[in-house]
C-alpha cells in the first residue's frame, strides 16, 4: 500500500479545514457573546452536511467516471486518465484561485462572518437556517477543493481517501485547540507555511496533470491506428520519449526513482517525475512564477498595506 499518496492530500484538507474551523469558531464564539448558544445545533448540521456533501460530489465524480468508462470498453483506461487530467486542471484552478483569495480576504475573514452572522439573527424566525447556510458553505466550499484533488488521483485507490480523512481530523483538532482549550498558535504563520506547501503541491499537479494527458494520448495512438499522428513527438527523437511533452529535460531513474524512497515521496507531494520532458518543465517554470509570485506579493503587500495605513494614522 503506497501510503505517500496520502500526504498530499493530508496537507490540502488540512489547511481547507482549518479555514472552514476558523468560520466555525468564531460563529461558536459569535452565539456565545449574544446568548444566541440555542443555535449551536444549527452550526453542527451545517458542518455534518457540508462534509456528506463534499462526500458525495466525491461519490458522483467517481461514479460518472465509471459510467463513462464503462460506455467506451475499448477505450476505458483512456477515458480514465484524460478525466484524471481535466479533474487535475480544474483543481489546479480552483486551488490557486482559493489561494489567492483567501490571502487577500484572510483579514477580513472575522468582521465578514460576524456581519453575516448579525444580519442572520435579526430575523429570529430564519436565524437558525442562516447560520445553517453560512457554515455549510464555508465547509463544502473547502470539501469541495479536497475531493477534485481526490478525484485526481483516482489511480491511487482509497489513499488519497484517508489522507482526506487524516486531514479533516487534524483541521477539526486545530478547531478544538484554537476556540475550545484557548490554546495560542499563530494563525496567520501557520496559513502563511501552508501557502507555500500548496504552491509547490499544485505545482507538481501540473506536472502530473500534463503527464496524464500525455498517456491518455499514447493511449489513444496505440490503440487506434488512424489517431496514430497525435503523438507527434513519440519514438521519434528520443528513447526516453513522450507523445505530446517534447524532448526529454532529465532522467534520474538511475538516480532518483520515483517508484522508490524517498522519490516516491517526492513524487506525491510535489509531482517529481524521474523523466521530466520540456512542455512540462516550461508548465512548471511558468506558475511558480505566476500563482507563485502573485502570493509571494499578497503576502508581502498585506504587510506594506498595513505600514501605510498606521503612517495614516499616525499623521
Not at 477515458?79 to 484552478?93: D, H, N, R, Y
Not at 464555508?138 to 489511480?155: H, P, Y
Not at 501552508?194 to 499514447?218: K, S
Amino acid at each position: 500500500m503506497n501510503f505517500s499518496t496520502a500526504l498530499p492530500v493530508f496537507v490540502i484538507t488540512l489547511r481547507e479545514g482549518v479555514e472552514a474551523a476558523l468560520v466555525v469558531g468564531i460563529v461558536l464564539a459569535l452565539l456565545k457573546r449574544a446568548k444566541q448558544s440555542r443555535l449551536n445545533p444549527w452550526v453542527y448540521a451545517g458542518i455534518g452536511v457540508g462534509i456528506a456533501a463534499s462526500a458525495l460530489v466525491g461519490v458522483l465524480l467517481t461514479w460518472a467516471t465509471q459510467a463513462l468508462s464503462a460506455a467506451n470498453p475499448q477505450y476505458a483506461s483512456v477515458t480514465e486518465v484524460f478525466l484524471e487530467g481535466v479533474f487535475s486542471v480544474i483543481a489546479i484552478i480552483m486551488l490557486s484561485w482559493m489561494l489567492l483569495w483567501m490571502t487577500k480576504q484572510a483579514r477580513f475573514m472575522r468582521a465578514t462572518v460576524e456581519g453575516a452572522v448579525t444580519e442572520a439573527l435579526t430575523n429570529d424566525a430564519k436565524a437558525g437556517w442562516g447560520v445553517f447556510s453560512l457554515i455549510f458553505i464555508a465547509v463544502l466550499r473547502e470539501g469541495f477543493e479536497a475531493v477534485l484533488f481526490v478525484a485526481s488521483n483516482l489511480q491511487s485507490g482509497f489513499m488519497p481517501a484517508i489522507g482526506a480523512l487524516g486531514g479533516l481530523a487534524a483541521s477539526a483538532a486545530v478547531g478544538v485547540m484554537l476556540f475550545k482549550w484557548g490554546i495560542k498558535i499563530n494563525i496567520r504563520q501557520f496559513f502563511q507555511v501552508m501557502g507555500v506547501l500548496l504552491v509547490l503541491i499544485v505545482a507538481g499537479l501540473v506536472v502530473t496533470a500534463l503527464q496524464r494527458f500525455d498517456e491518455g494520448f499514447a493511449n489513444l495512438a496505440l490503440a487506434n491506428r488512424a489517431s496514430a499522428d497525435i503523438c507527434f513527438y513519440y519514438e521519434r527523437f528520443t528513447k526516453v520519449h513522450s507523445c505530446i511533452l517534447g524532448p526529454a529535460v532529465w532522467n534520474t531513474d538511475k538516480i532518483l526513482p520515483d517508484e522508490g524512497f524517498p522519490g516516491i515521496i517526492f513524487k506525491s507531494l510535489f509531482g517529481y517525475t524521474q523523466h521530466l520532458y520540456l512542455v512540462q518543465a516550461v508548465a512548471y517554470v511558468l506558475f511558480l512564477v505566476g500563482v507563485g509570485g502573485a502570493y509571494f506579493r499578497s503576502i508581502t503587500g498585506g504587510g506594506k498595506g498595513k505600514k501605510q495605513v498606521m503612517k495614516q494614522k499616525v499623521h
